[in-house]
């Protein structure tokens, strides 16, 4: 019998609900059981792909397709876990399968009505991942904040499992404890407030989770358990931290894994968060830096937004770094001012570039001069996605004397599209037909043997994610290939080109998929591995 705990949060959001949800996972796994964490997302949209980054951060892609919630990428990184379609629901998507059941007649004339028949089909979805995983522990977290209109049908969801199978069920709570720089003391009222909002839904939370920039103290913890009936052992300090993947361990430290397992009545099979704790001891002590420039557009809307539009890219670089001993700075190039082919020697100060994935015309020329530069240059140079696009590009321009090459995604009318679209997208898009359409998911990916992607992967099969529309225009394939292009990853099925790479350069690849996507904290990804080997050569260290 699977147990759950539902997280939801409390006085406002991006406090780290996330994080939260996938460092209570950790902790249950270091105690010896498989976990697995659901992201309810209380929006229309049925699922993130139609989102513009900007607002609502990247769009995170299961190895299935599913286009979804930042968080589903924490909890991968965090846990370990390939996650799917199942992981994942919107209030969209429960009323759209609903609503298809009732057209079915799968109500059999029943009058369908928002409480329970909502409520009961994210039940139902609920226990579908506790049948499909066998999962030991379910984590789900409800997104926004206890109060809000559009999670309160989520929240009689967990309302009525926790009433249904009790001493199956808990619901965590983590809150905000504002320090206002006038008063300079921690201030509970305002989680003492969001307990009470909780409570009138019907529940009562039986964890909290402190969340501030400082340890909560003994006197604030106090006030919290009276003033929230619940006892000084289930409320959690969960300061701000220099990285994230430190938190499961500050957890561990107040005894977290040992009062889930009291409350629900198990005994822990192991107690060993080892290879996380060597892992923080590398984050802790790198041996050296490497400066990492990230070539985008999007990037005049200040560092804060952009963490969110990039993080697996970010949490990627970081991965790799750590591996190998080094701490990365990363520093956001905007594409824009290199548009004139100005100010590309700022360039030489980084030990790699990176050109990440993107979507429009802005900003793009500036990236190709960019990647021209650093091919010219011996820069070390990883592409991703558009990243390989504007690479084809660039070399079908400077190499192969197609002036004109360029993407039907930047002009419609182009007369060299060495970058096009598959016909079948062309169908969808004459149709409107945008949600969950792009080539979406994991696909197969060949690898050239006596290239340096195979040196990377050490293999010639290998499963990517994708994210995309466009494609390299296998037309140009002989001609690119013939001026020196290396086409060293192939999907076979579709013959689509997966990875190109250049010799006689220090480090010069780029792929159509997205491989920030499985790279993991404990397994960085081979092609940011490559790159950070390349940069600490560079660099000279
Ligand atoms: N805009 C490009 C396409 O749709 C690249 C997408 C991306 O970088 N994810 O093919």
């Given at each position: 019998m699977?147990?759950?705990?539902?997280?939801?949060?409390?006085?406002?959001?991006?406090?780290?609900?996330?994080?939260?949800t996938a460092s209570i996972g950790k902790v249950l796994q270091g105690r010896g059981y498989t976990v697995t964490a659901v992201k309810i997302d209380p929006y229309i949209n049925v699922d993130a792909g139609t989102m513009n980054p900007i607002e609502h951060g990247e769009v995170f892609v299961t190895n299935d397709g599913t286009e979804c919630d930042q968080d589903i990428g924490n909890y991968e990184r965090f846990l370990n876990l390939d996650l799917s379609t199942d992981n994942y629901m919107t209030t969209g998507l429960v009323y759209l399968s609903v609503i298809q059941k009732e057209r079915n007649l799968e109500f059999e004339g029943k009058c369908v009505e928002v409480v329970p028949d909502i409520p009961n089909e994210v039940i139902a979805r609920i226990k579908?991942?506790?049948?499909?995983?066998?999962?030991?522990?379910?984590?789900?977290?409800?997104?926004?904040?206890?109060?809000?209109?559009?999670?309160?049908?989520f929240l009689e969801a967990a309302r009525i499992m926790k009433l249904q199978e009790p001493e199956n069920v808990l619901f965590a709570l983590v809150s905000y404890l504002p320090i206002p720089s006038v008063?300079?003391?921690?201030?509970?009222?305002?989680?003492?407030?969001?307990?009470r909002t909780l409570n009138s839904a019907g529940i009562?939370?039986?964890?909290?989770?402190?969340?501030?920039?400082?340890p909560m103290d003994e006197p604030r913890k106090r006030k919290i358990s009276i003033f929230c009936n619940l006892r000084e052992e289930y409320i959690f300090s969960s300061p701000d931290?220099?990285?994230?993947?430190?938190?499961?361990?500050?957890?561990?430290?107040?005894k977290l894994g040992d009062k889930i397992l009291e409350r629900f009545n198990v005994k822990e099979k192991d107690n060993n968060l080892n290879d996380w704790k060597a892992l923080i001891e590398r984050i802790k002590a790198p041996k050296k830096e490497?400066?990492?420039?990230?070539?985008?557009?999007?990037f005049e809307t200040g560092e804060f937004n952009l963490m969110d539009s990039y993080i697996s890219v970010i949490e990627a670089i970081k991965h790799a770094g750590w591996d190998q001993n080094v701490k990365p700075n990363i520093t956001w190039l905007s594409s824009s001012k290199y548009e004139n082919g100005e100010g590309l020697e700022e360039l030489n100060n980084f030990d790699a570039i990176i050109v990440p994935g993107g979507f429009g015309t802005r900003g793009t020329e500036g990236k190709i001069k960019a990647i021209e530069y650093v091919r010219k240059n011996n820069i070390p140079f990883l592409g991703l996605c558009l990243g390989l696009q504007l690479s084809v590009i660039e070399y079908a321009r400077n190499i192969c004397g197609i002036k004109d090459a360029t993407s039907r995604e930047f002009?419609?009318?182009?007369?060299?599209?060495?970058?096009?679209?598959?016909?079948?997208?062309?169908?969808?898009?004459?149709?409107?037909?945008?949600g969950g359409t792009m080539r979406l998911g994991s696909w197969d990916c060949n690898i050239k043997k006596d290239t340096l992607a195979y040196n990377l992967y050490g293999s010639e099969d290998i499963k990517e994610r994708h994210r995309h529309r466009y494609e390299v225009d296998n037309n140009y394939r002989k001609i690119l290939e013939d001026n020196g292009l290396i086409f060293s990853g192939i999907n076979k099925d579709k013959d689509l080109v997966e990875i190109i790479e250049l010799k006689n350069h220090?480090?010069?690849?780029?792929?159509?998929?997205?491989?920030?996507?499985?790279s993991r904290p404990l397994t960085p990804h081979p092609l940011f591995v490559g790159l950070m080997k390349a940069a600490i050569k560079k660099e000279g260290l």
């Open positions: 699977a147990k759950y705990i539902f997280i939801g949060g409390g006085v406002m959001s991006s406090v780290g609900k996330g994080i939260t579908k991942v506790e049948q499909k995983t066998g999962a030991d522990f379910i984590l789900i977290e409800i997104g926004g904040t206890v109060g809000e209109y559009q999670n309160m049908l008063v300079g003391e921690m201030k509970t009222k305002p989680t003492q407030t969001a307990v009562q939370p039986d964890l909290i989770f402190g969340r501030s920039n400082r931290v220099e990285s994230i993947y430190e938190i499961p361990v500050i957890f561990e430290e107040q490497v400066q990492i420039g990230v070539v985008g557009k999007y002009d419609e009318n182009g007369k060299n599209l060495v970058i096009d679209i598959m016909e079948e997208q062309k169908e969808l898009l004459k149709n409107n037909n945008y220090p480090y010069f690849i780029a792929c159509q998929f997205h491989p920030e996507l499985k």
